[in-house]
Nanobody
Framework: QVQVVESGGGLVQPGGSLKLSCTTS????????MAWYRQAPGKQRELVAS???????NLADSVKGRFTISRDDAKNIAYLQMNSLQFEDTAVYYC?????????WGQGTQVTVSS
């Protein structure tokens, strides 16, 4: 069973930064892409950022210029660097790993932006 584990969430003030990490037990060769989604209370889960095995990235308009996604293939880790955090960024952040045969979700990590 492939495991996906997120870490790095927490409480931060507006304008602050956090860096999330997503570690997977899937092998590098079986992973097509990795992505970060988030879900705020009462809202649908939405795509925040994704990165392919080739390094191509995609960011939601709401986080462009503030968030960066990156990937360490040697360690099978994806990162989400979040800068200039806003109240609206408060949500549970989930990592999604798209492998060859199917996708896998992590359990999520809470990010709270509050003064």
């Amino acid at each position: 069973q492939v495991q996906v584990v997120e870490s790095g969430g927490g409480l931060v003030q507006p304008g602050g930064s956090l860096k999330l990490s997503c570690t997977t037990s899937a092998t590098t060769f079986s992973v097509n892409s990795m992505a970060w989604y988030r879900q705020a209370p009462g809202k649908q889960r939405e795509l925040v950022a994704s990165i392919t095995s080739g390094g191509s990235t995609n960011l939601a308009d709401s986080v462009k210029g503030r968030f960066t996604i990156s990937r360490d293939d040697a360690k099978n880790i994806a990162y989400l660097q979040m800068n200039s955090l806003q109240f609206e960024d408060t949500a549970v952040y989930y990592c999604y790993v798209q492998a060859i045969l199917r996708g896998y979700w992590g359990q999520g990590t809470q990010v709270t932006v509050s003064s």
